[in-house]
Structures are given as C-alpha cells and as structure tokens.
C-alpha cells in the first residue's frame, strides 16, 4: 500500500512537471484550465448534462431487455427458428455495422419527417431510438457469449429435472451468463454514456452543446474540461460498482482461490 | 415377470452420431425393483444409453418403453417424462450460482409446481438423510466432490423418480471419497429404487447390481447375474476386458 502510494505520487509529479514546463503550456491553461470560466459554465453544464442521464438511464434499462430478447432469439433451438435466429443475426450483423453517428442522423431527421400520426417528432426521443438500437446490437453479442460459455451440461442437468427450454434458460442458464459477462456489458454502457453526447448533432442541448455554446461565448475551451470531469466522474462509481458486485459473487461461491 | 410389467424396456434401440453407430438394436429390460449394471469399454455406449432412455439423445430407431408408456413415441411430452426419471452425471452438474438446497428444489417447485414451503421441508429431509443437512445453504463449490454427487444424487431423488439412471457417478471423485457416494446407492437399492447403473467400480457391481449386462460396441454382448458374468464370463470380449481390468487392479 504504502510503496504504491509513493510510487503514484512520483509518477504524477514527473507527469505535472513535464506538461507544465512545455513551452506552450502558459497559452494551454488559460484556453483549458481557466478556472474562473469552469466554475462559471459549471451550473449550466451540469443542468444540461441531467439530459444525458436520462438519455443513458432510459437506454439502458431498455437495452438490457431488448438486447436479451435478441439474443435469446438467436439461441433458439432446432429448424423451426431458422427464420427468427437468421432476422436476429441480421439485426446484430446491421447496426454493429452501420456507424452510430448515421443511425442517428438517419432516424433524428428521417422518422419525424414522415410526419406519421401518434409518432414523436422530439429529436431526443431519436436519439434515444437510434443509441437504443445500435447499442442493443451490441449488448446482444454480449448476452449471446455469456449464454454460449455456459455448459452445455448445464442444460442437461436442468432438462433432466423436467425443467422447459424456458425454465432452463431463465433459472439455469441466463443467471450464470448475465454474471459473467458484467464486465464487457459495463464496458458497452460506458461506450453509451458518452455516446449521449452525439445527440447533440439533431439539436437538443445537452451536456456537450452547451459546452460549445459557453466555450463560443467565453472564446475558451475550459467548458469542454468541464464537460469531460462530469464524463468521468459518472463512470468511475460505475466501474468500481461492478468491480464489487464480481468480487462479491466470487466470494459467495469460490471458498479457495488465489490470495492476492 | 411379464414384458408388461418391467419398469423399463428397451426394444431394438439404436443411434447413430454421424457416420459411428453408438448403440446398435439394443434389447434390454429393467424389472420394478431392480439394480441392473451396465460395464463395458469407454466409448462402449452406456452413457449415450442412459441418456437416451432419459430422452436427452433422441434415438434413431427402435422403442423405450417406461411403466407400460413408450416415451419415444413422437407425440410423448419429453418434459413430463423426465420428471419420472432421475439421472446423475459423473462431472455432478450442480447448478453452481444456486445454493445445495435450491439445487435441490429447483425441480419440484419449477416442473412439478409444488409450493415452495413443502418442496424445501422435503429436500431438507432428504438431505438431513443423506447427511448433508448442514450443507443446505451452501454453493456446490465449496463441498467435497462426494459431497457434490450425493447433492446430485438427492437432487434427482428430490423429483420421486420411478427409475434413476446413475452415469458413472464416482468416476470423476478421488478414492477415498468414493465410498460415500456408494453407500448412498447401496441405500437406494435395498430401498427398492428402480436403478440402471453405468459404472466401472466392478466390485461394487458385483455387490449391488440383480444383473449385471456387458456392452461392446454399442450393442449388449452378455447379461446375466453378477457372479455369472464377473467369474464366468462366456464371450472372450467380456473375459479381455475383465482381464484388463483385473490387470489395473480394479476388481
């Protein structure tokens, strides 16, 4: 503990000295780090960035369903699925393919366009449709994985209980999957999190927006610092909750391993 | 005893993976009551067997017939008649984010709908029989591999099975924890449990089994009682393999 303390604290210190004694340094912090202007466009930002978090949370309560849906459509046993499992594949294969940034250009400005009755027209809303669909294709592999390494023995030892294809997917199969594969969902829901930012491009104004708007008005880039603090500050719990909930599974069901 | 009244009868039953014939117009029948041995090679058949009487492997040709009903009929409902079979694996197979009891339980309250409240107070008892009651609330993980297969034994007993198919159950455990899982069996056989038994434990064969019944390529070469077959084998496949086995020390 204490030696990775020291070795951190040097580390940072040669890291602050070598940027702070580059020539250019004096012009950097007072067009990034001017620290009058953070504070200022601070409350703004901030507001503007509860649009992001609704626009994530909204997502991913939806991705996490949709995308399992996807993805147990595509394990779907036997001939008969054929169809479901190749439309499946055909969904997941589409939009990892396509780049998020026309899906969202496609649906924000081409759905409300069609000016279809009892349709939304917000370009949030999508926005929200377009992160939804994309990154469910994604969240889908993800599932689909984590179904696959589980063994096949698994299946067997449920079946064997009179348990449906149902029930041993619900009780059986998918618990064991969704644990193991945490890590790489956490890792696309970051992805997403910053991905809100892009929804800027049809227009609503959220927490990168308004960066814009304020380092125009300040002719300073500090606003986009502050923007990216908030990024970051949002991941961070989320990474270390994760870590959490691993390690605690493993406890539960590990007695022996190797102590580290 | 009658055709009709044997708990399990196999008519003719083959299967095929790909191009290699696993079990080839095999006749075999179960009487209520009975412990009947299976031995034979690796790659013999008796686990494909096992697992196609208990409709995990669909059989290419043939009849398995269960108490009078023919369960590979096409229109037999597979769920429902699993629920009448138990079968314990050699590797366990215990659901391991699932605590020993809700291993337990998971059958009867899942596929049988039975309240929850009675489906624990009767795993408990099983377990408490099989003394693994202190064992209840812990992860598969963290017990013995002895303790793991009499979980997976208890497990199937948990349904009521009408016949329990044991697939070399002490194959992957170490020799001192073998017993353990031995003596449960022992115990369900003088309970009376209808039992087909995939082993390699030889002596224990002798010791259990009403017949014991010899496969070779996926077809039964030999049945008959233990001491019959054990001793005075008359096939010269079934006399080699004992040989073999005798030579590792096994019987």
Redesign the interface.
């Known amino acids: 503990m204490a030696i990775a303390l020291a070795s951190t604290v040097v580390f940072l210190a040669i890291a602050a000295v070598a940027v702070t004694a580059s020539p250019g340094w004096p012009a950097v912090r007072k067009a990034f780090f001017n620290g009058h202007i953070f504070a200022s466009s601070f409350p703004d930002i901030a507001d503007a960035f509860l649009v992001n978090i609704r626009l994530f949370c909204i997502a991913e309560a939806v991705i996490l369903v949709f995308a399992l849906v996807i993805a147990i459509l595509r394990s779907l046993p036997g001939p008969v699925f054929f169809p479901i499992r190749a439309l499946a594949i055909l969904y997941t294969d589409f939009f990892r393919g396509v780049p998020t940034i026309l899906v969202l250009y496609i649906l924000g400005f081409g759905a409300p366009a069609l000016q279809l009755t009892g349709v939304p027209t917000s370009a949030l809303f999508w926005g929200e449709v377009a992160l939804v669909l994309v990154y469910s294709a994604y969240v889908a592999e993800v599932y689909r994985a984590g179904i696959e390494s589980v063994h096949g023995s698994q299946e067997a030892a449920a079946r064997s209980l009179g348990l449906t294809h149902a029930q041993t997917l619900r009780f059986v199969i998918l618990p064991q999957a969704v644990r193991r594969v945490i890590p790489p969902l956490l890792n696309d829901f970051i992805g997403l999190q910053k991905d809100t930012a892009l929804v800027a491009l049809l227009g609503p104004i959220e927490a990168f927006r308004q960066s814009q708007i304020d380092a125009e008005g300040a002719f300073n880039y500090t606003p986009y610092l502050v923007t990216a603090v908030l990024f970051v500050l949002l991941t961070i719990p989320l990474a270390r909750l994760t870590d959490w909930l691993i390690a605690r599974d493993r406890r539960r069901q590990l007695a022996s391993g190797v102590g580290r | 005893m009658s055709s009709n009244g044997a708990a399990l009868r196999l008519e003719r039953v083959s299967k095929s993976f790909g191009d290699a014939r696993v079990l080839k117009d095999v006749e075999l029948e179960v009487a209520e009551h009975e412990v009947v041995c299976l031995i034979g090679a690796s790659g013999s058949g008796k686990s494909t067997l096992l697992?196609c009487v208990?409709l995990?492997e669909p059989i290419d040709e043939g009849r398995i017939v269960l108490h009078g009903e023919e369960i590979t009929a096409p229109t037999a409902d597979a769920?429902?008649?699993?629920?009448r079979?138990?079968?314990v694996?050699q590797?366990f197979?215990?659901?391991?984010?699932m605590t020993v009891l809700r291993n337990v339980t998971?059958?009867p309250t899942?596929?049988?709908k039975k309240p929850p409240a009675e489906a624990e107070a009767e795993a408990t008892a099983l377990l408490e029989r099989f003394g693994l009651a202190d064992k209840r609330g812990e992860?598969p993980?963290?017990l013995s591999g002895g303790q793991q297969q009499r979980v997976a034994i208890v497990?199937?007993l948990a349904?009521q099975p009408e016949l329990m198919l044991l697939d070399e159950v002490t194959s992957a455990l170490d020799p001192e924890l073998i017993a353990e899982v031995l003596n449960v069996i022992r115990e369900l056989a003088q309970a009376g449990m209808t039992m087909l038994i995939a082993t390699h434990e030889m002596s224990f064969a002798r010791d259990i089994a009403n017949r014991i019944c010899f496969l070779d390529a996926g077809a039964i070469l030999e049945q008959g009682p233990p001491e019959e077959i054990l001793t005075r084998p008359k096939e010269p496949r079934t006399q080699q393999f004992l040989q073999r086995i005798i030579e590792a020390g096994r019987l």
């Open positions: 697992r208990n995990l769920n429902r008649i699993r629920r079979i138990g079968i694996f590797a197979n215990l659901f391991p984010h998971l059958g899942r596929a049988l992860y993980d963290r497990r199937a349904m």
